[in-house]
């Protein structure tokens, strides 16, 4: 039993340090580092075996402690050539009520390559704000989806805070890649027009919207815990990693300050089941099944149908969801 145990960790740690050579040696040395990564794997693994034992164990002890702590070296850097709609950082000014946002993002996609860029300064009233929707945004099975947070004010206006990798321009997201320090974090601030639309419209991804079950006081300061971890995040630049600072998380560590009490669940990994996990810990709005607002909160039809009529996106995606009362001055997105 104790040598299956061994056999499995360093199973374990030889894949860890193989995909943690790919991802982050450079070139041309990375693939004579990780050659000799896996001969020393193979090696190890059959060592018991082996007359010289001794000196294969001290020869892997070595190698693992060096690359231990050529892995500490790694530092994230907020100094890259970043990708245009990850380029700029939020920032939050905060006096009173009153919240001044640099840097809010509102580009007018076209496609994936074809775009116009705007970084936008707005200003909100933290008294006017009225509600908070959770969207799931399924780009990869049932199982996986990208979580967003959307918070509206009396005014109509929407703000959508999401935590996304910081990707640079020649890379393209990899949940692998993501466990291996491949990945900034930046926490982006966005018009619903541009990062809800560019899910469905340009990318072609199947967008859940669910309101939330939150008081004034919750609403305030589940905000304004995203603009604190936009503020360490500009201050302080931070790896993104799949499994344990992604865009799931963030929102169950705010949810966390709110309910202390909320528990772990396999739900937080697999996000494409996180509005299940609201649902049972009674955050999504109330009276109806699961089914029910799931089914009345697909909003990617009224997406991809909208008609580009100016300020009225928001307002045509909620239309029937439950919870939301809609006030329109077109016919056809008033609420039923």
Request: glycine content about 6%; hydrophobic content about 45%.
């Amino acid at each position: 039993m104790i040598h299956v145990v061994l056999v499995c960790l360093k199973l374990f740690l030889f894949a860890w340090g193989a995909f943690a050579l790919y991802y982050q040696a450079d070139l041309p040395w990375r693939w004579l580092f990780l050659s000799g990564w896996c001969v020393l794997g193979g090696f190890a693994l059959a060592s018991p075996w082996l007359p010289f034992r001794f000196a294969v164990r001290i020869a892997t002890l070595t190698t693992v402690v060096v690359l231990i702590a050529w892995w500490q070296t790694l530092e994230p850097s907020h100094t890259r050539d970043w990708a245009d709609d990850v380029a700029q950082l939020l920032q939050a000014e905060i006096k009173g009520d009153r919240l001044v946002l640099h840097n809010v993002r509102n580009f007018e996609w076209r496609s994936e390559s074809d775009y116009t860029p705007r970084w936008e300064t707005r200003e909100y009233d933290l008294q006017q704000l009225v509600s908070a929707d959770l969207l799931l945004s399924y780009w990869m099975g049932p199982a996986i989806a990208h979580t967003l947070v959307s918070f509206g004010f009396a005014d109509g206006r929407q703000l959508v805070l999401s935590l996304e990798i910081r990707k640079e321009r020649h890379e393209a997201f990899s949940a692998i890649a993501g466990f291996f320090r491949q990945y900034e974090t930046v926490l982006i601030a966005a018009d619903e027009n541009d990062i809800v639309r560019v899910r469905t419209n340009i990318r072609g991804e199947t967008v859940h919207l669910y309101r939330l079950a939150l008081g004034q006081a919750e609403l305030r300061a589940a905000l304004l815990g995203y603009l604190h971890e936009a503020d360490e995040i500009r201050r302080q630049p931070q790896f993104y990693n799949t499994l344990t600072s992604n865009c799931t998380t963030i929102v169950f560590d705010l949810a966390r300050q709110l309910a202390p009490g909320l528990p772990l669940d396999y739900r937080l990994l697999l996000s494409g089941y996180f509005a299940d996990y609201a649902y049972d810990q009674q955050g999504l709005w109330p009276g109806y099944d699961f089914s029910t607002l799931r089914a009345k909160g697909n909003i990617t039809g009224r997406a991809r149908a909208f008609d580009d009529v100016p300020g009225q996106f928001s307002a045509a995606i909620r239309r029937g969801v439950p919870g939301i009362s809609l006030i329109s001055t077109l016919p056809a997105l008033e609420a039923p």
